[in-house]
């Protein structure tokens, strides 16, 4: 299937395409997923290295129509580097507050200059990387439950990935003065953003729904110095 490369994403930092995936392809990755939250601790909002855990996704997404995508946003060489799968439920629930992602999740640490400070989150080794590498990150959020307004949707703020990174009083500003898109979708829908864009989630208020995402960074750079993403092939 071929797909049209976003025209907003790239303006805006977010494109919401609804409908994308079709209801088999859901259906498989629901399958895939459940058992993963399963065996998580329901205490953390996220199950980290998930093509890892359960490389069968990987062949799905492949199948469907994201992998065309990641393709036509990232060129031949656009690959998944970090998975993610969120399960927002009234009994995992949290907000986050408006900031951008200015991490990257790497193998093992190695001191290469321009990458740092490091940190270790959830087992895995995180540094901040040089702007261009956060500016390489494309991501690609798949839906498995609708999300209402009231399920703590993704909010984005128009544009503000082009500012680079922001610091405190900036990123206030931003939000202050700027306009907000939330990501208000079906099931099978795909919200496609960049760490870049200053964003936010808040807290679902709606004690009967589910926000299943299934959360992929991609990029079709390769690390400097040895440095490898913490799940790239």
Partial sequence: M???CPITF??????ILDPFLDHDAVTALCDLCEPLLDRSDRR????????????????????????????????????????????????????????????IAVAERLDVP???PWAVKDGEH????????????????VHLDPCAADSGPLRVIVGSHLQG???DDAMAGCVRDGESIEAVSGRGAIVLTTPLAVHSSPKS?????????????????QLPGGLRFAEAP
Avoid: M, Y
């Fill in 165 to 167: 990174l922001l610091d």
């Fill in 205 to 221: 208020v709606n004690p009967a729904a589910r926000r299943r995402v299934l959360h992929l960074d991609c990029t079709p750079i």
């Fill in 44 to 103: 953390r909002p996220g199950v980290r290295r998930v093509l890892q855990k359960e490389p069968r996704i990987l062949d799905v997404l492949r199948a469907s129509p994201v992998w065309d995508l990641i393709r036509e946003v990232g060129g031949p060489g656009g690959r998944i580097v970090r998975a993610i799968l969120f399960d927002k439920s009234p009994e995992s629930n949290w907000l986050v507050p408006w900031h951008q992602d200015a991490s």
């Fill in 126 to 141: 995180h540094c901040q990387p040089p702007a261009d590498v956060l500016a390489s990150i494309f991501t690609i959020r």
């Fill in 114 to 116: 321009g990458f740092g």
């Fill in 2 to 4: 071929a797909v049209a």
């Fill in 10 to 15: 790239r303006t805006s930092g977010i494109e």
